[in-house]
């Protein structure tokens, strides 16, 4: 039975904006559409958009072709992958359907077939590619300043043979950077020997290195397939961003990536109930377990009635998020020293002190936060100050520039190798929260001047870093209203 392409793809083809003609003519108006130059990603994010959603398929399939015949065609090599992507589909969908036609006439090829003698087919199972009905395994979790040696030996392997595989560790392995807590397995003999013949130390969920201590001692790396799966959430804000991850089944992880993409835009202390978040991002799973998000590839955060975007954009060798306009979401300060926290006391001319119960000027932030909590710079900049200040208790200042500066109170230590003189860049840890000086709790005293004089950090509006360079804003426009309107498909 053949199945043709035309065919497979009619379910794509039932609007008049269609998505695709594959294997059509290649002059044909959809293919010409389909030709320019954005993101392979987001192309990536419009096939998953156009074929998970069951019913809504129909809208979305005149969604995404709309999204991107605004936002221009593909490049050759992305129109390639478009093209890979859905012929693999058809032709999985072919043999299906051949191997069902095949099955209609059963009956009738199995009087044909002569009889043959049955074979049975014996599946080997394995770990690590070792044959696990081939040895006794024990496994075990390295213990606090235990190395491989010593693991090696209390299992009886000779040290001459220890030594042998550390001569041919080479490159392929440090054995210094072993980690406690880390996994290990030993495959023994099934002899009354029981003489280990590999052993696999875990590094983490995706590498592993294996040890085989026969004759001839060697070392290798294994990998686990890493698979990547594209997704889109979006939720409302009702108590904390992190709270609404959990509540809506989301990867909390996302909290910590859209905290560190929009934290020189967005105060997250600050977010308000009804606030919004619509996001496409890859995740990267081993063995259908999540090891992390790999990627954002569009975000749209709104604030206070605000819209924030996030485009990711790729110039002089680096990749950053910009703005719908192409502006730079980094700016030249954090708008916050800590990631997560809460404010307990703000800036003012006339604060009652909760210590000495009288009213003074508290020209700061106060962030309540566990002791240890790590404090990051919001700037680059030269430490001027890093001591013991009477009431500010350990304290660490900044001089960013001419312009600014900034001081962080109260720490209960610094960061590594933080002293005066030091230059610091933006997100450097500095310090950790503490309670030393004149304080009645953990928390952080964060002070900013502005010429010398104290000013309101939660008012303070830091200019943006570099733009997309004027060269690539034709590229980009065309990139930003692609992911915008792929956004505006998340409901």
């Known amino acids: 039975m053949i199945l043709k392409v035309e065919d497979a793809l009619k379910p794509f083809r039932r609007t008049p904006a269609r998505l695709c003609h594959l294997g059509g003519d290649p002059d044909c108006e959809a293919h010409r559409d389909l030709r320019g130059s954005y993101s392979p990603s987001l192309v990536a994010c419009a096939i998953a958009l156009a074929t998970e959603h069951g019913d809504r398929k129909k809208q979305n399939t005149f969604e995404i072709h709309r999204c991107l015949r605004q936002g221009g065609s593909l490049v050759k090599r992305q129109y390639q992958y478009l093209l890979r992507r859905f012929r693999i589909q058809v032709s999985l969908l ?97 002899d009354s020997n029981q003489s280990v013949r590999y052993f696999v130390y875990v590094n983490d969920q995706v590498n592993c290195y294996v040890f085989s201590l026969g004759d001839s001692a060697y070392i290798y790396h294994e990998s686990k397939e890493i698979v990547s799966d594209l997704k889109t959430v979006s939720g409302t804000i009702t108590n904390s961003l992190w709270q609404t991850m959990i509540d809506g089944n989301m990867n909390p992880e996302l909290a910590v990536e859209l905290s560190e993409i929009f934290a020189w835009t967005i105060d997250f202390f600050g977010l308000q109930k009804g606030d919004s978040f619509k996001v496409i991002y890859e995740e990267q799973f081993v063995d259908s377990v999540s090891i992390g998000i790999s990627r954002i590839l569009a975000a749209l955060f709104n604030h206070s009635g605000e819209e924030f975007y996030a485009i990711p954009f790729r110039q002089n060798g680096r990749e950053d998020y910009f703005d719908e306009n192409g502006n730079s979401l980094r700016k030249a300060f954090l708008k916050a020293p800590l990631r997560f926290s809460r404010i307990s006391s703000r800036f003012s001319h ?16 106060d962030y309540a936060a566990p002791v240890g909590t790590p404090v990051h710079a919001i700037g680059d900049g030269k430490i001027i100050e890093a001591r013991y200040k009477g009431d500010a208790g350990r304290l660490v200042k900044i001089k960013h520039n001419s312009i600014y500066s900034t001081s962080y109170l109260h720490l209960s230590g610094y ?77």
């Open 94 to 190: 072919s043999i299906l359907l051949t191997l069902h036609s095949c099955s209609q006439h059963t009956d009738q090829l199995q009087n044909d077939i002569p009889e043959k003698d049955s074979t049975e087919i014996v599946i080997i199972e394995k770990l690590f590619g070792i044959p696990v009905d081939s040895f006794n395994i024990f496994t075990g979790k390295v213990k606090r300043n235990q190395n491989l040696a010593g693991i090696l030996t209390e299992h009886g392997v000779p040290y001459p043979k220890i030594q042998e595989i550390i001569d041919h560790s080479g490159d392929i392995f440090d054995f210094r950077k072993v980690k406690s807590g880390n996994p290990y397995y030993i495959f023994s003999e099934k």
């Open 350 to 365: 006339s604060r009652l002190h909760p210590i000495l119960k009288i009213r003074r000027p508290h020209h700061g932030i």
């Open 415 to 491: 960061g590594p190798g933080i002293k005066t003189g030091r230059y610091v860049k933006q997100g450097d840890v500095i310090g950790y929260v503490g309670s030393t000086g004149l304080s009645t709790g953990p928390h952080l005293d964060f002070r900013f001047y502005k010429n010398g004089i104290p000013v309101d950090p939660l008012k303070v509006k830091a200019p943006p870093v570099e733009p997309v360079n004027e060269e690539n804003l034709a590229v980009y426009n065309k990139i930003s209203k692609v992911t915008i309107n792929l956004l505006n498909t998340i409901k």
